[in-house]
């Protein structure tokens, strides 16, 4: 039995809101490797939910920068493949959503790189000379291969896989919205 076949309108309602959280919550947790990686690196660090920085006079050197930059994706690509485990061992539709979240979040991040401004991927591949889409490439084609099994595992159906999206979609949109709104910093 498919996923789409489980629930109700209600249970669509609680699975698409539980996926705007699980949005958000993966931002956090990608800034906060950001963060995370800074403070370990010695520099006085603040975040947000879209965006992380120092607040040092002196800036970070390159091999510095780019373990600041490169440690959101990576702990979003770590926490995708923590999601798909337990996704595995439960075959959960609601743990599924944190796999979606972070595919999602590295796909808008590679989209907003190619048509407005470097994200975190484009910002590294730029500063070694790569072409923009090199590395966003990678960790978006690690995270749908990702996606792909934990969606096998979950039994995702279509009807699930587009409320994720739109779920997340709303979510990306909160936090991108939201933190221009209240530019708030933590840290």
Do not use: C
Request: glycine share 10%.
């Amino acid at each position: 039995m498919r996923s789409d076949d489980k629930l109700g309108l209600g249970g669509w309602f609680g699975f698409a809101g539980w996926t705007v959280v699980a949005t958000i919550l993966s931002f956090l947790i990608h800034e906060l490797g950001h963060y995370t990686a800074g403070v370990i690196l010695g520099f006085d660090m603040w975040f947000n939910l879209n965006s992380a920085g120092n607040y040092n006079e002196i800036p970070p050197n390159e091999f510095q920068q780019t373990i600041i930059t490169m440690a959101g994706p990576v702990v979003t690509v770590i926490q995708g493949f923590i999601a798909a485990a337990l996704v595995r061992s439960r075959q959960s539709l609601w743990l599924f959503s944190f796999v979606a979240a972070t595919f999602w979040q590295r796909t808008f991040a590679f989209a907003t790189t190619m048509a407005i401004s470097p994200n975190d991927e484009g910002r590294i591949a730029l500063m070694y000379d790569l072409p923009l889409w090199a590395i966003h490439s990678v960790t978006s084609g690690l995270l749908l291969v990702i996606l792909v099994w934990a969606s096998m595992k979950a039994r995702a159906g279509l009807l699930t896989q587009l409320v994720t999206w739109f779920a997340v979609t709303v979510g990306v949109t909160i936090v991108v919205l939201g933190t221009q709104a209240f530019p708030m910093k933590f840290g």
